[in-house]
């Protein structure tokens, strides 16, 4: 069966630091893959959707950018944090064949 | 372009009492539409979805949703609520034809439920 990880599940980081959180899906291929940050109050925004290896689309221009190395593999980075930065970061997967996102458990950051 | 909106933000009920959850999209094309529910600090989960057919679809938990096109709604209901269902409802919509099958959530309805 399928699944998707994320790690880390909670992260504190200094403003100006670097940022990478990794999300991982195993038991399928060429998945497109989505990383989203939810904020208290607003639902879910999309940040970075891709239907491919390198290939990234990015929804709304911000501090963050995000990289698909491998098939199964989705990292979203930034050089340096801001407060702004901080909420919590979903990623989702959906397979090929079905119009269904499946989520991971998500990372709580939170910049200080 | 596309939205959801879900114009309740809280919603108490009792347990045992019946629950509905508004939905409203703007959709151009023909819209798939999903329930899904999040307990506080997880991910979300899946609760149905409507892609096409019946427009009364059941899903996990005892949920169910129907799709009414004239109104642009899709509302989410269930019989009697358990202290268990509470948790945070999202509404999310996404087309058929859509680059990269991106879905649009709402803001989403925390439901409490009273003992």
């Keep these: ?4 990880h994320q790690w880390p599940a909670t992260l504190v980081q200094p403003v100006g630091s670097p940022l990478s959180l990794e999300c ?19 639902g879910l925004q999309l940040l ?21 190395p491998q098939d199964r593999q989705f990292i979203l980075s930034s050089k ?8 919590f970061y979903l990623c989702a997967w959906r397979p090929g064949t079905k119009n269904i996102q499946y989520f ?9 | 372009a596309q939205s959801v909106t879900q114009p309740d933000i809280h919603i108490t009920v009792s347990e045992g009492a019946s629950l509905e959850l508004r939905c409203n999209y703007s959709y151009g094309a023909t819209p798939y539409l999903f329930w899904y529910v999040q307990s506080p600090g997880q991910g979300l989960q899946l609760l ?29 209901r269930k019989p009697s609520v ?14 058929v034809m859509e680059y990269g099958n991106k879905l649009v959530f709402g803001a989403g309805t925390i439901l409490r439920v009273k003992s």
């Design chain 1, 1 to 4: 069966s399928q699944t998707i």
């Design chain 1, 48 to 68: 970075f959707y891709s239907v491919g290896i390198g290939q990234i689309s990015s929804e709304v221009p911000q501090n963050l950018s995000a990289s698909r």
């Design chain 2, 48 to 76: 149905l979805k409507y892609f096409s057919g019946d427009t009364l679809v059941q899903g996990i938990k005892g949920f169910e949703a129907e799709f009414k096109r004239s109104q642009s709604s899709f509302n989410l």
């Design chain 1, 80 to 87: 340096k944090l801001l407060l702004s930065d901080s909420g």
């Design chain 2, 82 to 95: 358990h202290w268990s269902d509470a948790a945070e409802y999202f509404c999310a919509v996404g087309g």
């Design chain 1, 104 to 112: 991971g458990a998500g990372t709580r950051l939170s910049v200080l």
């Design chain 1, 24 to 42: 991982t899906v195993e038991g399928t291929s060429n998945p497109n893959l989505y990383w989203y940050r939810q904020a208290a109050g607003r």
